[in-house]
């Protein structure tokens, strides 16, 4: 469970479930899975998790299973997605509240009368909305890679999934991997400054929902004209409160890179793991993390099974959940 810090326009985003096991890959809670949940490589904790921000999706069309597959097989520890609803009230993966920039519906004439205005965050937003359509209609529905300069291949390839359909590919992996879900709430943080919620006050209340904070990484370490400046004291802060910190997005494109990484995506992620001292990263470049944490911090052969970290991390998340279950 984590708390995340969003970048402008300032909004936060409420974890609900950090999927987290022993050797043996239990979950919390039982959740669909194809396979038998016998012996698996465990989760590791040595170094930062690697998060997959809405599966690999600087190669695969986000938040479809090809992404999150591919992301697991890159070596992700966490697979993250957004979840809204669709018009039957069925949980799906999707980061927008409208279908136009990431799939096929501006081609798809039968529903050419659905588009609608709707207030979005105070803003009049038009556009295919999720949730006028029910979960056969968005299924039928194509994704497409969102930005234009990254691969166009797979457009047009793969179906939205359902949140359950996001667990499963988590619980039928070969090892353990975490899920890391976000649910936005933007109508909470507008009313709080980015002051109040860094604050101590305010750690020590989220601390008793969350394990960590998932802050925009320029809230980290401020930028002016594309080069960073002095970093702020928000990582040592948020580790005196006994929290983790997961910063995102890093992507590998040199117009996402600040110029001091010299268009160098292993300087960046060199900087914010061994400098900074972030806790996970999130990024929609899996295999690159991956590739930069075996050549300079191999994980330890006792990763996981019965480790402090795990353990801890495990009971924490348990009394957290514990006042919800059903009596």
Same mark, same amino acid.
């Given at each position: ?45 040595? *170094?930062? #998790? ?8 600087? +190669? ?23 979840? &809204? ?30 588009? *609608?205005? #709707? ?17 056969? +209609?968005?299924?039928?529905? *194509? ?10 291949? #797979? ?15 988590? &619980? ?9 879900? +976000? ?110 944490? +075996? ?28 006042? #919800?279950?059903?009596?």
């Amino acid at each position: 469970m984590s708390s995340s810090i969003m970048g402008p326009p300032c909004s936060i985003l409420f974890l609900l479930l950090l999927l987290v096991a022993r050797a043996a890959a239990r979950p919390l809670y039982p959740l669909p899975s194809k396979v038998d949940n016998g012996e698996r490589q465990p989760l590791q904790t040595s *170094r930062p #998790y690697n998060i997959a921000h809405r599966g690999s999706n600087g +190669e695969i069309p986000e938040e479809t299973a090809f992404a999150y597959l591919r992301a697991i097989e890159e070596g992700a520890d966490f697979i993250e997605t957004d979840i &809204l609803s669709s018009k039957d009230g069925v949980l799906i993966c999707f980061h927008d509240v409208t279908l136009d920039n990431t799939t096929d519906i501006a081609h798809r004439k039968e529903f050419a009368d659905r588009k *609608r205005t #709707y207030e979005v965050q105070g803003v009049n937003t038009t556009g295919f909305f999720t949730v006028d359509f029910t979960l056969k +209609e968005l299924k039928s529905l *194509r994704v497409k890679q969102r930005y234009p300069f990254r691969d166009q291949q #797979y457009n047009g390839k793969f179906k939205i999934i359902t949140f359950e359909e996001f667990i499963a590919i988590a &619980l039928d992996a070969p090892r353990v991997v975490g899920i890391y879900p +976000e649910i936005k709430n933007p109508v909470f943080i507008n009313e709080h400054s980015y002051w109040e919620i860094t604050s101590d006050k305010y750690f020590d209340f989220i601390k008793q929902y969350v394990v960590g904070i998932g802050p925009w990484k320029d809230t980290v370490v401020p930028a002016v004209h594309n080069y960073l400046q002095e970093p702020t004291d928000l990582v040592a802060h948020a580790h005196a409160h006994n929290l983790q910190v997961h910063p995102y997005t890093f992507r590998n494109e040199n117009q996402c890179l600040h110029f001091d990484f010299h268009q160098d995506p292993y300087q960046e992620y060199e900087y914010w793991i061994q400098k900074i001292g972030v806790d996970g990263i999130f990024t929609d470049f899996t295999g690159s993390l991956h590739i930069y944490q +075996e050549m300079t911090t191999p994980p330890h052969p006792k990763d996981g099974g019965n480790d402090d970290h795990v353990m801890s991390l495990l009971h924490k998340i348990a009394l957290l959940v514990s006042p #919800y279950e059903k009596v």
